[in-house]
């Protein structure tokens, strides 16, 4: 019944890419350079297994599957113009301490360390991790780019309602799906209208970490666009 619910998911959500992508011409750069590393770095999705979810993949009984790409490559593209699409804003030159590529790598692979040591040396739930690890690249941000405060919050709470949006679609597809993949016992346990809660705080999570993140590394910020820029 739910061979082939995770790929039906990741649909939803590249659908939503494609109308992102084809709308916004002048995002497609950003959009596909944050999918692409957002995929790169989708083999994280090993670690969630043991302690949050036991999806399915149509592959096989694998523990990574093209499932686990498509959704990185998506929610990492969405995530990233989601608050710039919605609200008409336009990239700007900024005058500010453009991050070079090498403090870029640190604070990502910072963030991936403290993803791991938190998961498996202290054990804590690696969705309460991940949470942590994307707090300290939002956090890095804020230090030199404190004008991308409002855009980074914004886009946290789009991306946490549309995780919650999306949620209440496919549970309808496939009702009993939470009770069946997710390990609610070694997490709250809470759910809102039938959503886990953690799913909820992830995309926020995310929003936030990378919801700014191409424009901090860019050295860009966000304006309206004049009458004939439009």
Same mark, same amino acid.
């Given at each position: 019944?739910?061979?082939?619910?995770?790929?039906?998911?990741?649909?939803?959500?590249?659908?939503?890419?494609? !109308? &992102?992508?084809?709308?916004?011409?002048?995002?497609?750069?950003?959009?596909?350079?944050?999918?692409?590393?957002?995929?790169?770095?989708?083999?994280?999705?090993?670690?969630?297994?043991?302690d949050?979810?036991?999806?399915?993949?149509?592959?096989?009984?694998?523990?990574?599957?093209?499932?686990?790409?498509?959704?990185?490559?998506?929610?990492?593209?969405?995530?990233?113009?989601?608050?710039?699409?919605?609200?008409?804003k336009?990239?700007?030159?900024? %005058?500010?301490?453009?991050?070079?590529?090498?403090? &870029?790598?640190?604070?990502?692979?910072?963030?991936?360390?403290? +993803? +791991? !040591?938190?998961?498996?040396?202290?054990? &804590?739930?690696?969705?309460?991790?991940n949470?942590?690890?994307?707090?300290?690249?939002?956090?890095?941000?804020?230090?030199?780019?404190?004008?991308?405060?409002w855009?980074?919050?914004?886009?946290?709470?789009?991306?946490?309602?549309?995780?919650?949006?999306?949620?209440?679609?496919? !549970?309808?597809?496939?009702?009993?799906?939470?009770?069946?993949?997710?390990?609610?016992?070694?997490?709250?346990?809470?759910?809102?209208?039938?959503?886990? &809660? %953690? %799913?909820?705080?992830?995309?926020?999570?995310?929003?936030?970490?990378?919801g700014?993140?191409?424009?901090?590394?860019?050295?860009?910020?966000?304006?309206?666009?004049?009458?004939?820029?439009?």
């Open positions: 019944m739910h061979f082939y619910a995770y790929l039906v998911g990741d649909a939803i959500f590249i659908v939503i890419w494609l !109308v &992102l992508f084809f709308a916004r011409k002048d995002l497609r750069r950003e959009m596909l350079i944050m999918s692409v590393i957002g995929s790169f770095f989708s083999p994280l999705a090993l670690i969630f297994l043991p949050y979810w036991y999806p399915d993949h149509i592959l096989g009984n694998y523990h990574l599957g093209i499932e686990d790409y498509l959704f990185a490559f998506a929610i990492a593209g969405i995530g990233s113009v989601i608050y710039e699409a919605v609200f008409g336009i990239h700007t030159l900024y %005058e500010c301490r453009k991050c070079g590529q090498k403090d &870029l790598l640190i604070i990502v692979l910072a963030a991936v360390a403290i +993803l +791991l !040591v938190l998961t498996f040396v202290f054990n &804590l739930n690696s969705i309460y991790s949470y942590v690890a994307f707090l300290a690249i939002f956090l890095f941000i804020m230090l030199y780019r404190r004008d991308l405060l855009q980074s919050l914004i886009s946290g709470f789009m991306v946490g309602f549309l995780m919650f949006f999306f949620y209440q679609v496919w !549970v309808a597809v496939y009702p009993g799906i939470i009770q069946h993949w997710w390990r609610l016992d070694n997490i709250s346990g809470i759910l809102i209208l039938g959503v886990p &809660l %953690e %799913e909820i705080v992830w995309g926020f999570s995310w929003g936030i970490a990378g700014s993140l191409y424009e901090f590394a860019r050295g860009i910020g966000l304006k309206k666009p004049s009458n004939n820029e439009k």
